[in-house]
């Protein structure tokens, strides 16, 4: 991200494949960023991804972004790969890679002190804040001494498994006690299915002028490590390669769901450096040190996509997270009134409408046009249903025009709100897909997209009377969601 032209640019120059399994199977090959054709002035730490040392993270969450129970012999899900790469100037057998973050910092589990600061802390041993207190231990590993200083890329992993019956999860923000399953719409195979995964990290290593590294696993917990891609197996893999001081970084995602398993998300993030992250009511580490505002910043992207699947695998062009009340107000950690946003651009083709003439409580109340027209979603003749996969009213919201529906109550360790669009002539203004398949397979495109114009345009709730929100996106990420 920089400063061009009065706007903000958000340049990700990273290559990433996608392979999803299950009932439906993806496979994508992702590329983010492009050649740097104008000069900028970055605000994320480590511009284009071409730095040799990375610095790379990764979270892993239950169904409300919290941990609940670490898995066995895992730790508290929270780790880093971040290295430097110290150059051989003495003739010898050439670079070294030093590593920041050990085996140990990664296996740190709830209740150990953090090294160096045994003083300093109290023990935690509440795994939800351990895994937030962990974070900012590994921020401090890995930072890079920059002005302003930053972290981390993060590679989110969630498991969408509710159990009803653990009371794990609050409504909309506030603790309720256990209530009766809904197969249909949270799948739990029964105790323990809120788990985390086993998790494997191969540490950066240097091969020639090659470096590479990655991490895998699965969610089910009695798999042994050598058993983990067979079919019947959660399963994912992330890797990430590159050639000593040429081009960017490389990543390789591959996510497999199961009956046990069947909703996985698996997003690669750029969260904001300090605050709140998208969907995050900690303290967050990460790799954007200056955080977009709408309406004034632009993402560029390049996305080759080799195979796609089902209706039920959403990948997401652009996932966009931010955090305000229904006042206004930016969010300040209290879970009952803070409010997370979303925005999601879904390119799956196979992904339908669900906003229609027929189905109004699916939709948002107006569409804003470039030029500024507003259009109610009941002009059948103006009101572009079809640029629309979904919208949901925050939980909270006292003021919703009805009809409504309300988002997933649960998901969130607060309310929520989300607006979800597809491909579609309107958005083309703003540098988006304009029909369903631009993008996706045989059809590999570099996007300028004016986000912060777009997002800017797009409804989201207010309470009645109260001052327009300063919209400013924590967390901005690539990926799927399988459910």
């Not at 892993?60 to 790969?81: K, Q």
């Not at 649960?410 to 203004?429: M, R, T």
């Not at 495109?445 to 345009?457: I, K, Y």
């Amino acid at each position: 991200m920089g400063r061009t032209n009065g706007h903000s640019l958000l340049l990700l120059r990273l290559v990433t494949s996608f392979l999803f399994y299950g009932a439906h199977d993806l496979i994508v090959v992702v590329v983010v960023g492009g050649e740097e054709e104008e000069p900028y002035n970055s605000a994320v730490g480590d511009p284009g991804m071409r730095r040799d040392g990375l610095r790379v993270a990764w979270e892993a969450w239950n169904f409300c972004n919290e941990v609940g129970a670490e898995a066995p012999l895992m730790g508290s899900p929270r780790g880093a790969d971040c290295f430097d790469l110290l150059q051989d100037e003495s003739g010898g057998s050439g670079d070294k890679v030093v590593h920041r973050v050990s085996e140990k910092d990664n296996k740190l589990s709830v209740g150990d002190p953090f090294p160096g600061e045994e003083e300093e802390r109290e023990s935690i041993t509440n795994v939800d804040l351990y895994a937030a207190a962990k974070e900012v231990y590994l921020g401090k590993k890995c930072e890079v001494d920059d002005d302003p200083p930053w972290q981390f890329w993060m590679i989110m992993l969630k498991n969408g498994n509710l159990d009803t019956t653990a009371a794990l999860c609050p409504e909309n923000g506030k603790k309720v006690g256990p209530f009766r399953p809904q197969p249909g719409r949270f799948p739990c195979f029964g105790s323990g299915c809120m788990n985390q995964p086993l998790v494997y990290h191969n540490y950066t290593a240097l091969d020639g002028d090659k470096l590479s590294g990655g991490l895998f696993g699965t969610y089910d917990l009695d798999t042994a490590t050598a058993d983990v891609e067979a079919e019947n197996v959660s399963y994912y893999a992330v890797t990430w390669e590159k050639e000593v001081g040429k081009g960017g970084w490389v990543f390789h995602h591959v996510l497999r769901t199961t009956r046990k398993y069947p909703w996985l998300m698996l997003y690669l993030r750029s969260d904001a450096t300090q605050g709140f992250s998208g969907g995050y009511h900690y303290q967050t580490r990460g790799m954007t040190t200056i955080v977009p505002e709408s309406p004034n910043f632009k993402v560029r992207l390049t996305l080759d996509i080799k195979k796609g699947g089902g209706a039920k695998s959403q990948f997401y062009l652009l996932d966009m997270g931010s955090c305000w009340k229904n006042s206004g107000a930016p969010c300040d950690g209290d879970v009952t009134t803070d409010v997370t946003r979303y925005s999601e651009m879904i390119i799956n083709p196979e992904a339908e409408a669900w906003c229609r003439p027929d189905r109004l409580d699916e939709c948002p109340p107006y569409h804003t046009f470039r030029n500024g027209t507003r259009v109610h979603r009941t002009d059948t003749a103006r009101f572009p249903h079809a640029a629309y996969h979904v919208y949901c009213s925050p939980g909270n919201a006292e003021h919703a025009e009805r009809p409504t529906t309300f988002c997933d109550p649960y998901s969130n360790p607060q309310p929520q709100e989300i607006l979800q669009i597809l491909p579609h002539p309107v958005w083309g203004e703003y540098g988006y897909p304009t029909e369903k398949g631009e993008g996706w397979i045989g059809d590999p495109r570099t996007w300028e997209l004016d986000v912060g114009a777009m997002s800017q345009s797009l409804y989201f709730y207010q309470d009645p009377g109260t001052p327009a929100a300063k919209r400013r996106w924590t967390s901005i990420d690539v990926g799927t969601e399988i459910y």
